[in-house]
């Protein structure tokens, strides 16, 4: 695989960042419902997993793309307008939402906390790390990331920095709730998973599939075919995540899930993680993440689930959960598209004339 061709387009990735944004909305669905109550367990709880796949899949992209020129003038600049003009304007959009969709119940933000979101600062203030938006602690980390992304890539040029720095970076993340927890967080205790220490290695774990990638070079073929069986591979993991009782097991287990997620999604998916669908949900997949929450909450209180129960109550409780989750995919997805194509799509135009 030629890495040195920036212009190559990976649809396994698009179609990883599709199933990742699904995983989110099954994982949200459930935990913000009713659902909760009677369908839980382990495989629930560990879907959340999908969005470190997707600080991977960021920090593979970025390093593919910009490794070896970054530092002109031209690409720094580049870089720091398409990331802004990718993400800030649905953010802002969402942002605006909900400080009047809480104004109406009763809520009133104050302006540095306004001020906070705008500039995505809220990520590094302990209490505030779950932004008004709702899912949007990730965003602040992601913005975080792009912060010090110069630094790392000046970094991840010496092999044996990188490499300690992975090292550190993992260890750092294991033993991260332990340092957390000597803090006293006692009105924030989500800042011990939403923060950038918890996050920072699999930025990391993506960087190191290029990495790979660039040290197998001509011979991918053997990712390739070991990249068969990823589903496979993939759910054995999951399931290892899901009901180990071994620590430092699950904790590896999650590691190698979010990298090979990555490295099999670039060097060709199998059918069941690459299709059309799940490159349609990975085209629309940020407006997925940002509306499934609000979409799930409206779909609740006003008693939709328990509507749609009534009509299909054919099997008992996991008959409402999958029809509750199938109804919030689909109605995500068409307002996930609509906003792909007529209001980031014209962000990202404008953010390339600016370029221009």
Not at 69 to 87: D, G, Q
Not at 175 to 181: A, D, R
Request: proline fraction near 3%; include cysteine; aromatic fraction near 20%.
């Amino acid at each position: 695989m030629n890495l040195t061709k920036n212009n190559i387009r990976f649809d396994g990735l698009e179609a990883l960042r599709g199933t990742s944004a699904i995983l989110v909305i099954i994982y949200h669905t459930i935990l913000l419902t009713d659902l909760k109550s009677s369908i839980t367990g382990s495989w629930i709880n560990n879907l959340a997993i999908a969005v470190p796949v997707f600080f991977c899949i960021s920090g593979f992209s970025l390093f593919y793309g910009y490794h070896d020129n970054f530092f002109s003038e031209t690409s720094f600049k580049k870089f720091y307008i398409r990331r802004f003009f990718r993400l800030a304007p649905l953010f802002y959009l969402m942002l605006i939402f909900y400080v009047v969709f809480f104004l109406f119940r009763g809520v009133r933000y104050d302006i540095p906390t306004i001020l906070n979101n705008i500039t995505f600062t809220y990520i590094l203030i302990p209490g505030k790390q779950e932004s008004i938006v709702w899912s949007g602690w990730s965003v602040g980390i992601e913005w975080l990331f792009y912060f010090i992304f110069p630094l790392l890539l000046l970094l991840s040029k010496n092999k044996k920095i990188y490499f300690s720095m992975l090292a550190i970076s993992i260890c750092y993340s294991i033993e991260v709730n332990i340092l957390f927890k000597e803090i006293s967080y006692e009105n924030s205790p989500s800042y011990l998973y939403m923060n950038i220490f918890k996050h920072f290695t699999y930025f990391l774990l993506g960087i190191s599939v290029y990495k790979t990638l660039e040290f197998f070079d001509k011979k991918t073929e053997i990712i390739k075919k070991i990249g068969r069986y990823d589903f496979v591979i993939l759910i054995s993991l999951y399931i290892t995540i899901a009901y180990s009782n071994i620590s430092s097991v699950i904790k590896i287990s999650v590691f190698l899930f979010v990298f090979l997620s990555v490295l099999f999604s670039v060097t060709g998916s199998s059918f069941v993680l690459n299709n059309k669908l799940s490159r349609l949900w990975g085209k629309c997949s940020y407006g997925l993440y940002l509306f499934n929450p609000i979409i799930i909450y409206i779909l609740n209180e006003s008693g939709f689930y328990q509507k749609i129960a009534k009509i299909f109550f054919i099997g008992g409780p996991f008959t409402m959960s999958f029809i509750s989750i199938i109804s919030t995919i689909a109605v995500t997805t068409l307002l996930a598209w609509l906003s792909h194509d007529y209001f980031e799509q014209p962000f990202i135009k404008l953010g390339q004339k600016i370029l221009k």
